[in-house]
């Protein structure tokens, strides 16, 4: 019994001793911990199921964006992650679709396949009427000609649509030529120049059309919907599937004597005008380094047509695992590692911009803004994480490079020394911390997914999920331990996306 205390005394000094001794890079001991915490005891679906199943759109500025919020807040409370908070920003108006109906009576019965605009005004009444095509002018003149036939009048307002979207992006990860980045262009429809075009959009909002239908370049049934809040005076606005519309515009080109049914209600939401991120962390243990950050982060809203399932419920779900791992097998970060889930991001990376500005924007945050290490973004694309986009810094590629080496059977496999845009590490890399988002797939991404009525849970692999989040935990504990340092991109204005 009394050499009980002797054991007792190893063991504390075992205890105490073992966390430093795991404060390194590329320790074997935290990738297998990782590994199997990210494998067996996974909660990326439990996370990916609530956005997406139970939440399901998560609009900016809508009651459902605020629950996924507050859930994402709850949960990460729950796991004994320090400071889970929501911050907010002024964002505008909510906006919420209670009703649209878009049929043809006559000559034969069809509904159609068709979304309303984000922050699209309602139809005065339920209309039924013949339809006005006007897509088919070859100048704003004569578009002008007809303007007080438009007044109520429910208008096809764009050219039967030619030119589809049909290609994907280059394939990052399989690629042996240099990667395009950002998605192909849209098509242009139609004969008018710009000009006329601007013209007939000014006499539409003039003349007040009881609702505008328009298409997009999806095909088969993919709608491409987005939308911004135009203010009081903007006409009511419905995308249709291209198909459709298109047939309903050759219908009445032939002269064929259609009816249709339109009736769209909205509501604009004021009573909480704000936008919200959700931050957590695992607080850094090193006295030297804990008040530097490992920021993790994903944007967590997503466009109204479908649940958001790849943009970005899977990234969201991925980053809050990936910090349920770390802290689960009781991984002892030299840095903090906080995961942020930003607002407003699909309105032009708001949340983030509205974070840095908070934090780390002038003179006064610059103790603030050089002690975020890096920032991890995860966003673009779906799939496995290949690896990472370098953002033309070969020192980074090489940090990568080193992170990645044990991670091949999970298909880490290439780091692309060249950088993207339009997501939310953009608004980081602006105040010059360095940003970086992984390398994934863009399979039928460009053609079906991104911004439509189809980006829903059949879109997203478990096996992927998972493999998501441990590469994060990973990457992020390797951040959090290293004493390299990421260079730091020259500041500059911020550009909309
Ligand atoms: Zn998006």
């Known amino acids: ?141 004569d578009v002008a000609a007809i303007k007080d036939k438009l007044a109520g009048a429910i208008v096809l307002s764009q050219p039967i649509v030619t030119g589809f979207v049909r290609e994907d992006r280059v394939q990052p990860a399989t690629s042996e030529t240099s990667v395009r980045i950002g998605a192909p262009p849209m098509p242009r429809q139609g004969t008018l120049n710009q000009a006329d075009a601007r013209q007939v959009a000014q006499t539409l909002r003039e003349a007040r059309p009881g609702a505008i239908l ?94 958001g399932a790849t943009d970005n419920a899977d990234g969201s779900a991925a980053a809050m695992e990936a910090l349920r791992i770390l802290k689960a097998i009781g991984a002892r970060p030299r840095r903090t590692i906080r995961v942020a889930l930003w607002g407003g991001e699909e309105q032009g990376l708001l949340g983030a911009r509205e974070y840095v500005k908070a934090h780390y924007a002038g003179d006064l945050n610059r103790d603030a803004r050089e002690r975020v290490a890096v920032y991890l973004n995860l966003d673009p694309g779906m799939g496995p994480i290949y690896g990472w986009y370098s953002e033309g810094n070969a020192a980074a590629k090489g940090i990568f490079d080193a992170w990645g080496a044990p991670l091949k059977d999970l298909g880490v496999l290439k780091n692309i020394e060249a950088g993207i845009g339009s997501t939310d590490h953009v608004a980081f890399r602006e105040a010059g911390i360095p940003g970086f988002n992984p390398v994934q797939d863009y399979l039928t991404y460009d053609v079906r997914t991104h911004h439509t009525n189809v980006d829903t849970y059949e879109r997203i692999r478990e096996q992927d999920l998972k493999q998501n989040a441990i590469v994060l935990a990973w990457i992020a504990y390797n951040a959090a331990v290293t004493d390299q340092k990421f260079a730091r991109p020259e500041p500059r204005a911020p550009r909309q996306p």
């Open 1 to 141: 019994m009394k050499r009980l205390p002797i054991a007792v005394a190893c063991l504390t000094f075992l205890c105490l001793s073992m966390p430093l001794a795991a404060q390194r890079e590329g320790d074997p001991a935290i990738l297998q911990k990782i590994r199997a915490e990210g494998t067996e005891r996974s909660e990326v679906m439990t996370m990916f199921d609530q956005f997406v199943t139970v939440i399901g759109p998560r609009l900016t500025g809508s009651p459902e964006y605020k629950a996924a919020a507050d859930w994402a807040r709850a949960k990460l409370a729950a796991w004994g992650l320090a400071r889970p908070s929501l911050e907010s920003w002024e964002f505008g108006r909510g906006w919420a679709l209670d009703r649209l109906v878009v049929e043809i009576l006559e000559p034969r019965y069809m509904p159609l396949i068709a979304y309303a605009e984000a922050w699209s005004a309602s139809t005065p009444r339920e209309l039924v009427a013949a339809p006005v095509y006007v897509g088919g002018a070859a100048t704003a003149a």
């Open 214 to 307: 328009r298409s997009s370049a999806g095909e088969h049934g993919t709608v491409f919907v987005l939308g911004r809040d135009q203010g009081e005076n903007a006409s009511p606005t419905i995308v249709l599937a291209a198909e459709h519309y298109n047939m309903v515009a050759r219908m009445v080109e032939k002269n064929v004597p259609v009816r249709m049914r339109v009736h769209m209600q909205t509501r604009f939401l004021t009573s909480d005008t704000k936008g919200y991120n959700v931050v957590a962390e695992l607080p850094g243990t090193d006295p030297a380094l804990k008040d530097e950050v490992v920021l993790l982060g994903a944007h967590l809203d997503s466009w109204h047509t479908s649940t």
